[in-house]
């Protein structure tokens, strides 16, 4: 008779095999190209042009007033520190995960505004008035949701990205190989 828990050490699980497959980093970073060029894109106008990024997040209707310019100056900087992060290779799993957080509010913010029937643009490549032709839509939300679950992969599977991550994973291994 045989032990069922020692099986499962020196067997791993299929999901397990699956996770940890080399070919994910190779999938991955395509994709990493990817998210990471769209939210650099998407921060572009913003960064230039705050004020017009301000107007768009009170036209949600969401926040409290208070709060619109803080938005509107803190978000475009992560886009760009994280779309950055992504194409680059750092820290990526962490990048991945805020970028999930962003769109994850992106979609309840576009959730709520559809709901309460708000005639508006996205704001998320130019302000309302450049993008006056483009208005919110369920196809926004479908959108946003395959970036969301592009996002959710990296997180789970790219794990040591190739890219600057990678070479951090190579030093810390030869690091603790060194050190027993």
């Known amino acids: 008779m045989t032990n069922d828990h020692s099986n499962a050490h020196a067997n791993p699980s299929r999901w397990h095999q699956f996770a940890n497959h080399r070919l994910h980093h190779f999938i991955a970073l395509p994709i990493r190209w990817y998210l990471g ?9 913003k960064i230039a042009h705050p004020a017009d990024f301000a107007l768009d997040v009170a036209t949600y209707q969401i926040l409290p007033l208070v709060l619109v310019n803080l938005m509107a100056i803190i978000l475009p900087w992560l886009e760009i520190i994280t779309g950055i992060m992504l194409v680059i290779g750092l820290r990526v799993r962490a990048a991945s995960l805020l970028i999930c957080g962003m769109m994850i509010t992106f979609i309840i913010a576009l959730g709520i505004a559809l709901h309460t029937g708000l005639n508006i643009s996205c704001g998320c ?22 970036w969301l679950s592009l996002g959710i992969y990296i997180v789970i599977f790219d794990k040591c990205a190739i890219g600057i991550d990678a070479w951090l994973c190579k030093k810390w291994r030869h690091q603790s190989s060194d050190n027993p």
């Not at 483009?134 to 939300?141: A, E, G, H, Q």
């Open 37 to 45: 060029y769209i939210f650099i894109a998407a921060s572009i106008h």
């Open 125 to 146: 490549f130019a302000s309302g008035a450049l993008e006056a032709s483009d208005p919110i839509s369920w196809l926004t939300m479908l959108r946003d949701l395959a």
